[in-house]
C-alpha cells in the first residue's frame, strides 16, 4: 500500500506548498507486546451474538429485515456487491453480499452496533479484552492460509479471529481509539489478503474485470469514499463536503495517469500540478488539496488510510474545503478538495 504526498494550494498563493513526506508511519512500541497471559485465557474466541458481526452468513432477505432497503448497490472487486446504508450517517454501513449470501460488512458510523467492540472505544480497552496475534492461520477447501502481521498491523488494524468470523479493527492512532470495523468470512479475507500471506496449496484469485466492470466497481468506490470521509468529517465536528462531478473528472483524470505512467506523484508530467489540472478544467476554487494513494483493498481501506497519515488527515478534516472531487482508477486513488468561491 502506497499513500502519496499531502499537497495544498490556493488561489492566492500558487507557489504556497505544503509537502509531507508519510510514506512511513513512526508508531508507538506495540501495545500487543504488553498483553498478559491471564488476557489471552480471558480473550473471548465466540462469534459475534449481536450487531454487525451477526449479518455475516445471513442471506439477503434477512439482511433487509434488519437493516431495510439500501439507499445505494455498488460492485466490488471481490465477487461481492456493497449494499450501502448512507441515509445517516451516524449509521453508516456497507453490506457485502455475495450469491444472496452476507460475506462481509464495513461499519464506521458512531451509533452502529459493532459488539464486542464500539466505535470510538479507546485502543487500551480493546488490547486489555481481546488476544491479539502476530499469526492468524486458516484452513479453507483443503489449503492453508497464515497472514502475518507487522507492528504496524497490529497498532492500526489488528486481526481478529471470533469463532467462524474475522474482525479487521481500524484504530485512529492519533486519537488512540476504534475508527471503524470489517467483518469478514474466510473466503473474503482470503480473497483480499490485506496481510502479508504465507499458504499452502491453491491461492483464491480475484477474477480481472473488463474495463466496463472496473469503471463501474470505481464509480462505487469513489462515492464509497466520499461517504466515509463525511462520516469522519462529522465525527470531529466538521462540515459535510459536498460532491462536485468537474472536480472529480480532474480527480479521475489524475489517478489514470498515474496508472498509464507509472509515476506515483502530485505532479503529472503530462498535465502538471493540481493547480494546472484544476485551471484547465476551469474548476473555480479559493483553496483546494489533493490526497493520492495506491494498492489499497478499497475505498474504505484508503480512506481509512488517509485518516492515519497526518498531511492527509489534515486535508480530510479541512473546515475550509466544501466539496471533493473523488477519482479512483483500477487501485490508484486520488481525493480533490477544494474550497469554491461565494457565488
Do not use: C
Not at 301 to 326: D, F, I, M, P, Q
Amino acid at each position: 500500500m502506497t499513500i502519496g504526498f499531502y499537497v495544498s494550494i490556493n488561489e492566492n498563493g500558487g507557489n504556497e506548498v505544503l509537502i509531507t513526506d508519510e510514506h512511513t508511519l513512526e508508531m508507538n512500541k506495540s501495545l500487543y507486546q504488553n498483553q498478559e497471559k491471564s488476557i489471552q485465557e480471558k480473550a473471548s474466541a465466540e462469534r459475534p451474538n449481536s450487531g454487525m458481526g451477526l449479518l455475516i452468513g445471513q442471506n439477503l432477505t434477512q439482511l433487509k429485515e434488519i437493516l431495510g432497503e439500501p439507499q445505494r448497490i455498488d460492485e466490488s472487486l471481490y465477487g461481492y456487491q456493497w449494499y450501502v446504508y448512507n441515509n445517516d450517517y451516524s449509521r453508516y454501513v456497507q453490506v457485502g453480499v455475495e450469491n444472496n449470501i452476507v460475506v462481509t460488512v464495513f461499519a464506521i458510523g458512531d451509533n452502529v452496533d459493532v459488539a464486542p467492540f464500539k466505535i470510538g472505544q479507546p485502543i487500551e480497552e480493546i488490547f486489555n479484552t481481546q488476544y491479539i496475534d502476530t499469526n492468524l492461520d486458516i484452513e479453507f477447501k483443503g489449503n492453508s492460509y497464515r497472514f502475518e502481521l507487522n507492528d504496524t498491523d497490529l497498532n492500526i488494524r489488528p486481526l481478529i479471529k471470533l469463532g467462524d468470523v474475522f474482525v479487521q479493527l481500524y484504530i485512529d492512532k492519533f486519537t488512540g481509539s476504534l475508527s471503524s470495523v470489517r467483518f469478514l468470512n474466510d473466503e473474503t479475507l482470503i480473497k483480499q489478503r490485506p496481510y502479508e500471506l504465507v499458504y499452502s496449496g491453491e491461492l483464491l484469485e480475484v477474477a480481472e474485470p473488463n474495463e466496463e466492470m472496473w469503471r463501474i466497481i470505481e464509480q462505487g468506490a469513489e462515492k464509497e469514499i466520499l461517504d466515509i470521509t463525511n462520516v469522519m468529517r462529522l465525527r470531529h465536528n466538521v462540515n459535510a463536503l459536498e460532491w462536485d462531478q468537474e472536480t472529480s473528472e480532474v480527480a479521475y483524470g489524475h489517478s489514470k495517469d498515474m496508472s498509464e505512467s507509472d509515476d506515483f506523484s502530485h505532479t503529472s508530467k503530462r498535465f502538471g500540478s493540481l493547480s494546472d489540472r484544476l485551471e484547465t478544467a476551469n474548476v473555480a476554487y479559493k483553496s483546494a488539496g489533493e490526497n493520492i494513494a495506491a494498492n489499497y483493498t478499497d475505498g474504505p481501506a484508503v480512506a481509512e488510510g488517509w485518516l492515519n497519515s497526518k498531511g492527509h488527515r489534515e486535508s480530510l478534516l479541512n473546515e475550509e474545503y466544501t466539496h471533493l472531487g473523488v477519482g479512483v482508477y483500477q487501485k490508484y486513488y486520488t481525493q480533490n478538495f477544494i474550497q469554491k468561491p461565494e457565488e
